[in-house]
């Protein structure tokens, strides 16, 4: 249920209203809107009454909430969430743009690659230091010394980093050293590490689990805001289906459901989706043309030597070339919106 506050509603009377819920055994969330305070209650196992808050003072409407992810949902705030990371705000029309390796392998390799995708148009850099691998003989990744390059990468760059979480100790140390914290496509349902998620001070990019349904993934995202971390970015990067032609089956068509049903960003990565680098240019002009707010892109300036992901990540100049076209596409879209093209 979704307390609608009245736009003139007094801190008392919010309070108020949190405490006659939390005395009912259930847990009040406010959650501000652009010009007024509505409360979710959450953690009732069955249908609650609305006609008790109604009475309570302050109060407009007691609206039931149809889905089961609740914080995440436009029911609950209509309005888009923006999310801020360093210089980068996702969630606005302009789409953000996320590049680097797969893997963080040096800092010269980090800052080469880092330096190349700021210049063309990245707002932040990616590179993974605890690398969840199918294999355990693959290249795990350089863990803290690939979160202290990551540290440097931004120092001299000025790009926000953002890498990955794979379980509670990686978490306790990526924290410390990036600006946004991913939880891969393997760890989309590990609950424990959802939750230490959500009582981050970091934002957080969930990706997608490779078979999870799109309900799957916004109940995950739900744990994150359940624990109170309310910045989250989904991130669609293709699911696993009977065709062999990529690597995974990017699906777009979830990304117009996501932006329908939640109000957090959603991203798209082509890269994993594509597996192969010939793919990844048209999927990224295509999730932008599907709405995406932002993507995540691998590149590599020696793709053939890189320790993991080579084949599917761009060289620096086919970054750049993606990053004009999706300004290109973002130019039309907001003209196209804005009816200045109308005749
Ligand atoms: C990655 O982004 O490097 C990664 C491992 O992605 P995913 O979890 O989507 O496979
Ligand atoms: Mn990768």
């Given at each position: 249920m979704l307390i609608v506050m009245n736009r003139k509603a007094t801190q008392d009377q919010i309070d108020a209203v949190v405490a006659a819920i939390e005395a009912k055994g259930f847990t009040a969330r406010p959650i501000p809107g652009g010009d007024r305070v509505s409360i979710g209650v959450l953690n009732n196992a069955g249908p609650v009454d609305p006609s008790f808050f109604l009475g309570l003072a302050g109060v407009k409407d007691a609206i039931p909430?149809?889905?089961?992810?609740?914080?995440?949902?436009?029911?609950?705030?209509?309005?888009?969430?923006?999310?801020?990371?360093?210089?980068?705000?996702?969630?606005?029309?302009?789409?953000?743009?996320?590049?680097?390796?797969?893997?963080v392998e040096s800092l010269?390799?980090?800052?080469?690659?880092?330096?190349?995708?700021r210049d063309a148009g990245a707002r932040m850099f990616r590179g993974g230091a605890f690398k969840p691998r199918t294999s355990p003989y693959a290249f795990q990744g350089l863990g803290e010394q690939g979160l202290q390059i990551l540290a440097k990468v931004r120092q001299e760059t000025g790009l926000a980093v953002v890498t990955e979480a794979v379980d509670a100790a990686s978490f306790d140390l990526v924290e410390h050293y990036a600006d946004m914290v991913q939880i891969g496509a393997r760890n989309m349902q590990n609950f424990s590490l959802l939750r230490r998620a959500g009582r981050s001070g970091r934002p957080i990019m969930l990706k997608r689990g490779l078979s999870a349904t799109v309900e799957e993934w916004l109940?995950?995202?739900?744990?994150?805001?359940?624990?109170?971390?309310?910045?989250?970015?989904?991130?669609?990067?293709?699911?696993?289906?009977f065709a062999h032609h990529s690597r995974n089956t990017l699906d777009l068509s979830a990304v117009t459901v996501v932006?329908?049903?939640?109000?957090?960003?959603?991203?798209?990565?082509?890269?994993?989706?594509?597996?192969?680098?010939?793919?990844?240019?048209?999927?990224?002009?295509?999730?932008?043309?599907?709405?995406?707010?932002?993507?995540?892109?691998?590149?590599?300036?020696?793709?053939?030597?890189?320790?993991s992901d080579g084949a599917q990540s761009l060289y620096p100049d086919q970054f750049a070339r993606l990053c004009r076209q999706v300004a290109a596409f973002a130019?039309?879209?907001?003209?196209?919106q804005n009816g200045t093209d109308s005749p």
């Open positions: 909430v149809t889905r089961p992810y609740k914080l995440v949902s436009r029911e609950v705030k209509a309005e888009d969430t923006l999310v801020t990371v360093g210089e980068a705000v996702f969630g606005e029309a302009f789409p953000v743009i996320i590049a680097g390796p797969c893997a010269d390799q980090a800052l080469t690659i880092a330096r190349r995708v109940m995950a995202a739900e744990y994150i805001l359940n624990e109170g971390n309310s910045a989250v970015i989904l991130c669609e990067r293709g699911v696993r289906t932006r329908k049903e939640s109000h957090l960003p959603v991203i798209v990565d082509p890269s994993h989706a594509a597996g192969r680098r010939d793919q990844v240019l048209p999927l990224a002009r295509a999730a932008v043309a599907a709405g995406a707010n932002g993507l995540m892109v691998e590149v590599h300036h020696e793709p053939d030597k890189a320790l130019r039309v879209m907001a003209e196209e």
